[in-house]
């Protein structure tokens, strides 16, 4: 299945990024990973209106905007038992340091997040953990300097 997707890198006041951990509900084995907000266009829906609407689902935050893109990827991947081909734009945003409201996530969202924390520049680079994106390290230290 092709779909395009808006993500977004979240800063906060300490140029730290907020990541979720997630893993593939119907296949535990394969462990689990770290990732910005973000998800899959609806129909008609632009990049940056994806990225503003996943954002308030999936943290509670409301953003008036995002910029960007700063980074695109195409990635293949299995998840729930259904082969992916994502097309993903990646945006930035700046906030204060917040807790996440869960109230917006779906069922699919429920059963996949496993947690949520703030990442310093230094622990994504020496983290051991699987990052998604691969070059997130890079595009932080591109951003912090900005």
Known sequence: MNRRAARVILFDEHSRVLLF????????DRGSWWFTPGGGLDPGESPHE?????VREETGLT????????????IDFAFEDV????????FVARVNEFVIDPHGWTDLEKRSM?????????????????????????????????
């Open 114 to 146: 496993l947690e949520s924390r703030w990442w310093s520049l230094d622990e994504l680079e020496s983290t051991t953990e699987t990052i998604n994106p691969e070059a997130l390290a890079e595009l932080v230290r591109v951003q912090i300097k900005r």
């Open 63 to 74: 953003l008036a905007s995002v910029s960007g893109p700063v980074y695109e990827q195409e």
């Open 50 to 54: 994806a990225a503003l609407r996943e």
């Open 21 to 28: 951990r997630g893993r593939d509900s119907s296949a535990p």
């Open 83 to 90: 082969q992916l081909h994502r097309y993903e734009q990646f």
